[in-house]
Structure formats: structure tokens, C-alpha cells
């Protein structure tokens, strides 16, 4: 985790960790999904729909995402969203493996 600056501090985060939030979507709880804050379980072959869904939230079209996307509540989206604050992060990182759509 220090590679990629979830533990690492910096210029925007003094704190570290501490003022990180760290969220997991996967379709297996793997050892970065304990470490996260939230770890959102998607159903394997669902995480185009997952993705898109939080796409469209984060452009305040919540009102098309299903109660349920790929195995996800939309109320889990909705917090996510909302405690990443994603829109106005100073800073982000998404990564995803070879398995991701």
C-alpha cells in the first residue's frame, strides 16, 4: 500500500492513512479488501455494471441505478459515493486487475 500512497504521506495529505479512505470492489475478499474502509463484493461479470452505476451517481443520475447492481445495493453505492466524496477528493486512485471488464 505505501507504492501506490494509501499509506504514504504527502503535500495534499499530511495525515496519511488517516485522511484516506480506502474502498475494494471485487468479486473475493483478498487481503486489500480487509484493509479497506468499504469492500464492495461484486458479482463476477458485474463490474462494468458496478462501475457505471457509480459513474451515473457521481453525475446525479441516481434515479436510473437498480436497487441492485451486480450483487451491490445501490444504498452501498450511494454511501460510497458519498464518503469518497469523489467529486471533490484531492486526490484519487482507481486501480483494477486483468479480470476487471
Do not use: P
Not at 475478499?29 to 455494471?49: C, N, R, S
Amino acid at each position: 500500500m505505501k507504492r501506490y500512497s494509501y499509506i504514504s504521506k504527502g503535500y495534499w495529505t499530511v495525515e496519511g492513512k488517516k485522511e484516506k479512505k480506502l474502498v475494494v470492489a471485487d468479486v473475493r475478499e483478498t487481503k486489500t479488501a480487509k484493509m479497506a474502509d468499504v469492500f464492495l463484493q461484486i458479482e463476477q461479470g458485474k463490474d462494468y455494471l458496478v462501475f457505471s452505476a457509480l459513474r451515473a451517481i457521481l453525475y446525479g443520475h441516481e434515479d436510473v441505478v437498480s436497487d441492485k447492481v451486480g450483487d451491490v445495493s445501490k444504498k452501498d453505492l450511494l454511501e460510497t459515493v458519498r464518503m469518497m466524496m469523489m467529486k471533490e477528493a484531492k486526490f484519487g486512485m482507481i486501480f483494477f486487475g486483468r479480470g476487471v471488464t
